[in-house]
């Protein structure tokens, strides 16, 4: 598939309309292509930087209308969990955006196609691409819907940063393979126990972690797998 219809493949996917399709094609494209190919301006970083001042926009209007009652300290608390990279690479992640970047070479081969950090700032650069198509309101709905998964979990009051899904999604983007956890050790008392996880990932141990259950020593270890290998 040549690189225009690729990019419209995507587009289409996320159900996006458009009008300047040349805006997409650079939102997904990172600078070490661009500087591969002596293409230097043609790259995402700018709509990168205009895609996080329109993300914090809707973000905080949508916290504004939705949540009246919340203090300013609240508002900000929310409004940066839902635009830090963790949250902008599960988007990624849901929309397969790693299979459509265009990357040089190194950054191919040293897994750029599923890092957190390249990936959100591709989310930012594609909502800068939006806002320039179709204007506020247009990309508004489309942010909005984009982000429907994680604004229920808000409403349901489960919004944390929850390690074993983001390791999860990151985990089958790099490797194809989905974190196997084993409790390995528990000590103490029936009433106060602390129990020890590993979590597997390609039959290497990738991290460990303790806690007063399971699910939260396996929660630590996927903390301390995705600083590993999310850096």
């Avoid at 429907?148 to 194809?176: H, N, W």
Wanted: glycine share 8%; hydrophobic share 35%.
């Amino acid at each position: 598939m040549i690189w225009p219809e690729k990019v419209k493949h995507f587009t289409d996917a996320q159900g996006w309309n458009r009008n300047n399709s040349l805006l997409y094609e650079q939102a997904l494209t990172h600078s070490s292509y661009a500087h591969e190919k002596g293409q230097r301006r043609t790259h995402n970083e700018r709509l990168e930087f205009l895609g996080d001042a329109v993300l914090e926009l809707i973000v905080s209007d949508y916290l504004y209308e939705q949540y009246p009652n919340l203090p300013e300290g609240k508002l900000t608390k929310l409004r940066a969990d839902l635009v830090c990279e963790a949250s902008l690479a599960r988007l990624a992640y849901r929309i397969n955006l790693g299979k459509y970047m265009r990357l040089g070479r190194g950054e191919t081969v040293g897994g750029g196609a599923s890092r957190p950090s390249l990936l959100s700032d591709a989310v930012e650069a594609l909502i800068g691409a939006l806002y320039l198509d179709l204007g506020l309101e247009q990309c508004r709905e489309y942010v909005l819907k984009l982000y429907q998964p994680i604004l229920i979990e808000l409403q349901e009051g489960v919004l944390r940063r929850d390690y074993k899904t983001l390791l999860q999604e990151f985990s089958q983007a790099r490797f194809l393979k989905t974190p196997v956890y084993r409790i390995v050790n528990e000590r103490g008392p029936d009433h106060n126990k602390t129990f020890e996880a590993e979590v597997i990932i390609t039959n290497e141990v990738a991290g460990r972690g303790q806690g007063h259950s399971k699910k939260e020593a396996e929660q630590s270890a996927a903390k301390e797998a995705w600083g590993k290998l999310t850096p």
